[in-house]
């Protein structure tokens, strides 16, 4: 059964260990927060520098794993459309909001979404790291110098992940502005 996330909002679930979720992006150029926890412990939680540091980029599509702080796989992208996510910036916040749009009402934002459709699982606001920025499109010049552009992803496109061990998975509809092109679209999902 495929699930809608509304614009600007997140939810949480449960994925065993084996199963696929499959990530959409209905109407095209929006992004979606991913964030993991080891549904045993969830002091154990996905971890963007593990994760550069196995697969050695921060360029990650089919076949890449995505890894938790304590080095054990935690997804790997099976299926992948689009070949353009971001796993260096945090999660859009109040505080985000207050930075980058001074002239647009402050959202709490993904990180906001993610902390109260996490909170049922006994993940607090400090145990959010990084999310996997699914389609979020954010170019590194050689300078180092980062800039967040519009996704490429188009109406349809999507990407899958397998879990490997059992998940408690937070994922959002971002909120900001410049991660998703200025509209705040939905996302779906499906699991199988
Ligand atoms: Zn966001």
């Known amino acids: 059964m495929i699930e809608e996330i509304a614009p600007r909002s997140g939810t949480a679930f449960r994925l ?11 109407q095209g150029v929006q992004v979606a927060d991913l964030l993991a926890y080891n549904d045993a412990d969830i002091r154990e939680a996905i971890s963007n520098g593990r994760t550069f540091d196995y697969e050695e980029s921060i360029s990650l599509t089919v076949g890449n794993r995505l890894w938790s702080n304590r080095s054990n796989a935690m997804l790997t992208i099976v299926e992948d459309t689009v070949g353009r996510h971001d796993f260096l910036l945090t999660p859009c916040s109040e505080a985000t909001f207050r930075h980058f749009y ?26 959010i790291p990084c999310a996997f920025n699914i389609f979020m499109n954010v170019s590194v010049a050689g300078d180092g110098r980062l800039s967040v552009k519009p996704p490429v992803s188009q109406p349809g496109d999507f990407i899958s992940l397998r879990a490997e061990m059992d998940l408690v998975i937070g ?15 939905p996302i779906r999902y499906e699991i199988s």
């Open 171 to 185: 994922l959002t509809a971002c909120s900001a502005y410049a991660s998703n092109g200025g509209l705040f679209k």
């Open 16 to 26: 065993a260990k084996g199963r696929l979720l499959r990530v959409i992006d209905p």
């Open 102 to 127: 001074p002239q647009h009402p402050v959202h709490r934002g993904c990180f906001g979404n993610l902390a109260e459709a996490l909170a049922p699982y006994g993940i607090e606001p400090d145990m």
